[in-house]
């Protein structure tokens, strides 16, 4: 049997094929051929204003009408679109092998309304809105003057992870053991430049984790990925499906 498929590598299908635990990374790239930008490069500004001048708690307490018309910009683009081929091969890839653990940058729900349920969000979702009062996740009971109050009658905030802040505990515990433990690790669409999430890779390299990325453009990890599948992920992980179906039948 031969493992070469089309334009993935042979190794990288002989390491999936025999990996008892595959690890995948993604970011807002896997949701730019849906219609979402991304937050840096072409299309990354909203206005004049870039990610990092937005999503912090200094900007929400400065200005919170201006950082909740964002988020509701981004909601609106979030409902009104949809997963994409590339959300929808990567829920395929657990077919194919031992474990497949999901962490995703992405705040939009994409994943796990591929199909990939258990995706572990590193940086919270942008549907939710958390009450700055009695700190719960709910609806929104009422908008006043441009923001939206809880039932309790406390403001409510985005329930994402601004810049400064900790990533839930639980997910950040299960993605450094991922990391850990992982034969291969996948870093897809993210520019590889916030963290805690870009030590990510290197954790999993440094273990002996076979690195690959997918991306149309170098990154920060680029120079030490074992493999670099420069690409759009809506093409490049459909094909990588087509090619282990292909090695597997
Ligand atoms: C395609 C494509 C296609 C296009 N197919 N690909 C260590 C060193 C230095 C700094 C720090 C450090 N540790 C912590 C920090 C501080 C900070 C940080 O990392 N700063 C850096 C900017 C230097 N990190 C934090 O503050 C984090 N908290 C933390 O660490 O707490 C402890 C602590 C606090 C304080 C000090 C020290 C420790 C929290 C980070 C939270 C990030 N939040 C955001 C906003 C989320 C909410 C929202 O959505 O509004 O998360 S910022 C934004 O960046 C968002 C993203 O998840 C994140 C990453 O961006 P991503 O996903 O990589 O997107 P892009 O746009 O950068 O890249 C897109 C990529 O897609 C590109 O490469 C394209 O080429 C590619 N692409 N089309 C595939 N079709
Ligand atoms: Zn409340």
Redesign the pocket.
């Known amino acids: 049997m031969s493992l070469k498929s089309g334009n993935v590598s042979a190794r990288l299908l002989s390491q999936l094929h025999r990996a008892a635990q595959v690890a995948v990374l993604t970011?807002?790239?896997?949701s730019?051929?849906s219609g979402l930008p991304?937050?840096?490069?072409a299309g990354?500004l909203w206005r004049t204003y870039r990610?990092?001048e937005l999503?912090t708690p200094q900007a929400f307490t400065r200005n919170p009408q201006l950082v909740w018309e964002w988020y509701n910009h981004r909601r609106e683009r979030v409902r009104s679109h949809q997963p994409n081929a590339?959300h929808y091969a990567l829920a395929q890839l657990r077919r194919f092998v031992g474990e497949l653990i999901l962490l995703t940058?992405?705040?939009d729900g994409y994943h796990q309304q591929a199909g990939c349920v258990d995706a572990i969000e590193l940086?919270?979702n942008?549907l939710v809105s958390r009450c700055l009062k009695c700190g719960k996740d709910g609806e929104v009971e009422n908008w006043r003057e441009g923001l939206p109050y809880c039932a309790c009658g406390g403001m409510q905030r985005p329930g994402?992870?601004?810049?400064?802040?900790?990533?839930p505990v639980t997910a950040l515990e299960r993605a450094h053991a991922a990391a850990a433990t992982c034969s291969v690790f996948i870093s897809?669409?993210?520019?590889?430049?916030?963290?805690?999430?870009?030590q990510l890779p290197h954790l999993a390299g440094a273990r002996g984790a076979y690195v690959v990325e997918?991306?149309?453009?170098e990154?920060a990890l680029t120079p030490y990925a074992d493999e670099f599948l420069q690409g759009?992920?809506?093409e490049i992980l459909p094909q990588l499906i087509h090619a282990l179906e292909k090695v597997s039948s």
């Open positions: 970011g807002a790239g896997i730019a051929e991304t937050f840096r490069g990354g990610a990092e999503a590339g940058q992405c705040v940086h919270g942008i994402v992870v601004w810049f400064g802040e900790s990533l897809i669409g993210t520019s590889a430049l916030v963290y805690p999430a870009a997918i991306n149309p453009e990154t759009p992920s809506g």
